[in-house]
């Protein structure tokens, strides 16, 4: 597909396992970023690259938290020792060249910790 | 990044316009308005954006005043598919931060 695509769409994990979650942006994409979103709220940012420049992670709220790119392709977000607060939706989006803000953003991956 | 400031909820009938507001009275000189929805369960979505000038597309027009301190998103004959939250985001075009997505207008569409 054209869109970018994210797995798995949902996880159910017990609290103090780690999980990881996998972004594939659109072809040719040199941004991407990822979101956090709890239930009823709205999105917080999380982490964002920019080709192989240094990534901003300044949103990531813990070192329990991280997250890899290769190159202009896949990424994934690892969370170690997952917390019940860590329950939400998980989105990523790329952009053609950042930082264009013409986001194209997946269905994210709902994350529910026990 | 400009602060900006729109209605919790809104309703529109089907078939008439939707007007969704939003104020950003500190805009700056270099900063853009754009707009996203989010339909329920889906990522965001762009819709527009603009500087100063109004701007239409297939999906909406948007309206941004001559002080530039407010706009209006016009979906021109919403649909109950459109029924959606709807985020207004003021931004520099050009920076590397991030979008910062607030609570946005729960626009409900009835039939």
């Known amino acids: 597909g054209a869109g970018v695509s994210q797995s798995p769409s949902n996880k159910v994990t017990e609290k103090g396992k780690d999980v990881e979650l996998r972004c594939d942006p659109i072809?040719?994409?040199?941004?991407l970023y990822w979101y956090r979103q709890r239930l009823g709220q709205g999105l917080e940012f999380l982490i964002y690259?920019?080709?192989?420049?240094?990534?901003?992670k300044s949103g990531l709220p813990s070192d329990r938290f991280s997250a890899e790119r290769t190159g202009e392709s896949v990424s994934t977000l690892t969370i170690q020792r997952t917390q019940q607060e860590d329950s939400a939706v998980y989105l990523c989006?790329?952009?053609?060249?950042?930082?264009?803000?013409?986001?194209?953003f997946g269905s994210g991956t709902q994350l529910s910790v026990l | 990044d400009a602060k900006t400031t729109q209605p919790p909820s809104m309703d529109c009938a089907e078939g008439r316009a939707a007007n969704l507001p939003c104020n950003h009275s500190t805009i700056s000189g270099n900063e853009y308005v754009y707009w996203y929805r989010q339909i329920h369960s889906q990522g965001p979505q762009y819709i527009i954006h603009?500087?100063?000038n109004n701007e239409t597309n297939e999906m909406a027009s948007l309206i941004i005043t001559e002080d530039r301190k407010s706009s209006t998103l016009i979906l021109p004959h919403a649909t109950l598919r459109d029924t959606a939250v709807y985020y207004c985001i003021v931004k520099s075009s050009g920076s590397a931060r991030q979008l910062t997505f607030g609570s946005g207008t729960q626009l409900t569409v009835l039939p």
């Open positions: 690259f920019q080709g192989n420049s240094a990534p901003d």
């Open positions: 989006a790329s952009s053609p060249q950042g930082p264009n803000e013409k986001l194209f």
């Open positions: 603009g500087l100063k």
């Open positions: 072809s040719g994409h040199t941004a």
